[in-house]
């Protein structure tokens, strides 16, 4: 693990990216590079508002167009250009990718019941597992906070992406059920300090409308 070396706290603002048409219709993103919808915009216009006050230095990003789009409103709302970070997209779902929910559980049954179950070495045949995912984004989280001590930072992501961060921060299993959400723009905040984390705040949505919608289906 990287060691944060200040005793003051590294904040790291976790923002999902705003939401986008193949959110609206439960389809699986991926890596496929899907843009923001009109709602997507207004969110991410809404979470640089609410940001402009939290003392930001810097602002790192997915380089997927919806989660750029949503870095690039939130930089203009706190005069900050964002850095791509390539390392934190979306996981790669495979066969799922491009299919809704349901269509994936009736085409791949047994892929999904494993996807449901939480199974860390399942890959979707030829996409990502979850135990490789969380290497890849835990590594690119604490060389981010390590970059930036005892400073405020945003980094604007995607819902796989926080799930991982918030079981690292959390010290749960991958394979445990969820019990947190993530909606489209909601805010999250862990902190560093010592090489110690600890979750400060998650998911909110106080600056968003009513009917934001959560990463998986209800």
């Known amino acids: ?26 389809r699986i993103q991926g890596q496929i590079d899907i843009g923001l919808n009109a709602t997507g915009l207004q969110q991410a216009a809404a979470a640089g508002r609410w940001l402009t006050t939290a003392n930001i230095v810097a602002l790192y990003s997915s380089d997927l167009r919806r989660a750029w789009t949503t870095a ?23 066969v799922f990718e491009g299919l809704t929910y349901d269509e994936a559980r009736a085409q791949h049954p047994e892929g999904y019941a494993a996807f449901e179950g939480r199974n860390a070495e399942y ?24 970059a930036h001590p005892g400073a405020n930072v945003v980094v604007v992501l995607h819902g796989g992406v926080l799930d991982i961060i918030n079981r690292f921060v959390r ?12 909606p489209n723009a909601g805010i999250n905040w862990v902190a560093a300090v010592d090489g110690h984390w600890r979750l400060e705040s998650w998911g909110e949505t106080l600056h968003l409308e009513a009917g934001v919608l959560d990463e998986l289906p209800s």
Request: glycine residues 8%; negative net charge.
């Open 1 to 26: 693990m990287v060691e944060i070396p200040t005793n003051r706290p590294t904040r790291i603002c976790l923002v999902r990216h705003g939401e986008t048409e193949w959110n609206a219709a439960r």
């Open 72 to 94: 690039q409103v939130i930089g203009d709302a706190l005069g900050l250009s964002a850095v791509a970070v390539p390392e934190l997209r979306e996981r790669r779902y495979g």
């Open 123 to 146: 890959d979707f045949e030829n996409g990502e597992s979850l135990k490789v995912m969380y290497a890849r984004v835990t590594a690119k989280l604490q060389e981010i906070a390590a």
């Open 171 to 182: 010290g749960n299993s991958l394979e445990a059920p969820r019990d947190f959400l993530i």
